[in-house]
């Protein structure tokens, strides 16, 4: 049985199991940051800084159940979005290119471009045996075939004013998510909104419904609720699940403060 989906809402659960309750073409597109299997069974530490790396159970899995993982819920991402609406996924070299690899190979995905995102203060390199890594990836893929992929929203006219009249390019620079953003709770990978805000404005149109399969602290709802898009957020950790609703709460009670149109 499958559900028709609620929209602008938190759903506590796992996203494999909330996805195979959704209708077939039940969103126009699908904004998602998987994890990145990155986590150590002990984090690393350095005796000149207080940063340890991740050391989340959610984002730590064997080779093979990994590549199962990812599959499954690109599968299922790939059924839900309609033909030719867009499909991003966020990356670090752990995981993206095993992500690109089943996009074009596995769903034979039309792969539209790669974006950089490079963080322009970002952690230092705790090991001193490796460059300090600084960026993160996005795969922007169309829900169809190459040969069938058509027709697919990019707002090129808004990404050119957005460079000033210049044609964006793939690589773009954001600050790490900033304290400001972080007051209700902290989430190890949270994004900045201001570029999550920009994957809406170029990827979709007003009344779009954005798919959001790992919701973490809800940026993507809160830009989607900005620029007056719909979506359907998944998070199955309760704690980053409270933190969402907190962040959508307070957003939400500014948004009614000074209902200012955002476009």
């Known amino acids: 049985m499958t559900d028709r989906p609620a929209l602008d809402r938190l759903v506590l659960g796992d996203c494999l199991d909330v996805m195979r309750r959704l209708p077939d073409a039940s969103f126009d597109h699908c904004i998602a940051d998987p994890p990145f299997n990155i986590s150590k069974r002990r984090g690393l530490g350095w005796a000149f800084s207080s940063h340890i790396t991740m050391q989340e159970m959610w984002d730590r899995m064997a080779g093979d159940e990994f590549w199962a993982f990812n599959l499954a819920w690109l599968r299922e991402v790939a059924r839900v979005v309609k033909p030719n609406g867009n499909i991003i996924v966020f990356g670090t070299y752990h995981n993206i290119f095993q992500l690109g690899f089943l996009m074009q190979s596995a769903l034979d995905r039309r792969i539209l471009n790669s974006v950089v995102y490079k ?30 992929a058509s027709g697919w929203t990019f707002n090129y006219w808004d990404a050119k004013e957005m460079n000033g009249g210049k044609q964006l390019q793939n690589v773009w620079e954001f600050p790490v998510t900033p304290r400001g953003e972080r007051t209700h709770g902290k989430h190890p990978t949270q994004k900045p909104l201001a570029l999550l805000e920009r994957l809406v404005l170029l990827g979709s149109k007003p009344g779009d419904t954005i798919l959001d399969p790992f919701t973490g602290s809800a940026t993507l709802p809160l830009a989607a609720e900005r620029h007056g898009r719909r979506w359907l957020g998944v998070e199955n950790n309760p704690d980053y699940y409270e933190i969402a609703e907190r962040r959508l709460d307070a957003a939400r009670a500014t948004a009614e403060a000074d209902p200012t149109p955002t476009r």
Not at 121 to 148: G, K
Request: glycine letters at 0%; proline letters at 10%.
């Open 119 to 148: 963080r322009t203060n970002p952690q230092p390199n705790i090991t001193a045996r490796m460059l300090t890594e600084s960026t993160e990836y996005l795969i922007w893929a169309v829900n169809e075939t190459p040969d069938r």
